[in-house]
C-alpha cells in the first residue's frame, strides 16, 4: 500500500477517499465514458450511438459496472478522468443485423453491429454483460500485485 499512497498521508483521507484513490469510483459515469470516448466507423451522430448512450444511461449501476468489465476488464473507471490511460472506442461492424456485441478488452472497444431497434441492442448488450465473463483485469491486477508483494522484503 505504501507504493500507491505515501504512508504519512494516510492520516489525511477518509476510507471512502482511500478507496477511490486506490480503487476508482465505484459509480460508472456515462459522462465520463462520453468524455473519454473514440467513435470508429461511425459518428456520435449515428442512431446506432444514440441509442447505445441512452441505453448506458438505462442501465443501473450494477449493470454498467458489468460492462465495464466486458468492454475493459475491469469493474470501475478511475477516479480523475486523466488517469485514463485508453479512450474508450466505439465500433461499427459489419455483421448481421441484431447480432450480439462484442469487444476487445484489451483495447477498451465495444464493437456494435446494426440493430433493428434500441430495445434489441439493450437485450443484446444486457445478454453480453452476464454471459461472457472471460476477462477479469481486477482479479488479474490483485493476484499479479499479491504474487510482486510476496517476492518483496518492503514493510507495510
Given amino acids: 500500500m505504501s507504493w500507491i499512497v505515501p504512508v504519512p498521508l494516510l492520516s489525511l483521507?477518509?476510507?471512502k477517499q482511500l478507496e477511490q484513490m486506490v480503487c476508482g469510483m465505484p459509480e460508472i459515469s456515462v459522462e465520463v465514458l462520453k468524455k473519454v470516448v473514440r467513435y470508429?466507423?461511425?459518428d456520435e451522430q449515428h442512431q446506432l450511438v444514440?441509442?447505445?448512450?441512452?441505453?448506458?444511461e438505462e442501465f443501473s449501476n450494477e449493470e454498467r459496472v458489468l460492462f465495464m468489465r466486458f468492454v475493459s476488464g475491469r469493474s470501475r473507471l478511475p477516479a480523475n478522468t486523466a488517469d485514463i490511460s485508453q479512450r474508450f472506442q466505439i465500433m461499427k461492424v459489419?455483421?448481421?443485423?441484431?447480432?450480439l456485441p462484442t469487444s476487445q478488452t484489451c483495447f477498451f472497444q465495444l464493437?456494435?453491429?446494426p440493430y433493428s431497434s434500441q430495445l434489441v441492442m439493450a437485450?443484446?448488450?444486457?445478454y453480453a454483460i452476464n454471459n461472457c465473463r472471460s476477462i477479469d483485469m481486477d482479479n488479474y491486477m490483485l493476484s499479479r500485485n499479491v504474487d510482486n508483494a510476496e517476492g518483496s522484503?518492503?514493510?507495510y
Avoid at 50 to 56: A, I, K
Avoid at 123 to 126: D, V
Fill in 13 to 15: 483521507l477518509t476510507a
Fill in 40 to 42: 470508429r466507423e461511425v
Fill in 50 to 56: 444514440q441509442w447505445f448512450w441512452h441505453t448506458l
Fill in 94 to 99: 459489419d455483421r448481421p443485423y441484431d447480432s
Fill in 111 to 113: 464493437r456494435l453491429p
Fill in 123 to 126: 437485450e443484446r448488450l444486457r
Fill in 153 to 155: 522484503d518492503t514493510d
